[in-house]
């Protein structure tokens, strides 16, 4: 992973990673012709991880009560929303190239700017002593 997509915490720099490798190969099925089957495991898969990975910054978020918990968890909210409605329409759409992109830097933006704003804050408690 970048060292820019990185800010300093394992857990998230660890599931950040596995993300961005996700988004990467779900990206590469716009240049190779993959089977259906194949772009609706990547998607579900990532439905999967996301899901895992959401719950585990807003129970941080919930835990330190972070100050933009509710902002930070609609954005989560609507990459749920983009891809369910992705899913929805996978098997009729006939080129899924914008949404895919869509989808890719949503995740990379959401890393740089949301989630290094957490992760901050995150590690601010932590230099308070708080046990993480
Ligand atoms: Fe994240
Ligand atoms: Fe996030």
């Known amino acids: 992973m970048e060292e820019q997509f990185k800010h300093g915490l394992l857990w998230q720099d660890h599931q950040h990673s596995q993300l961005l490798t996700c ?4 990206n590469k099925t716009r240049s190779t012709k ?11 898969f990532l439905e999967f991880y996301v899901k895992t990975h959401f719950e585990m910054e807003t129970y941080y978020m919930q835990e330190l009560n972070y100050p933009d918990t509710f902002n ?3 954005a989560h909210e609507q990459f749920v929303r983009m891809l ?4 929805a329409k996978v098997e009729t759409i006939t080129d899924s ?22 992760a901050d804050f995150i590690k601010h408690q932590a230099g ?3 046990q993480l």
């Open 128 to 130: 308070k002593g708080l």
């Open 34 to 44: 993959l089977e259906l089957t194949e772009l609706e495991n990547a998607i579900r």
């Open 72 to 74: 930070h968890q609609k």
């Open 23 to 26: 988004i990467e190969s779900l």
């Open 84 to 87: 369910t409605s992705f899913k």
């Open 97 to 118: 190239s914008t949404i895919i992109t869509e989808l890719c830097n949503w995740v990379m933006d959401h890393i740089l700017k949301t989630d290094k704003k957490l």
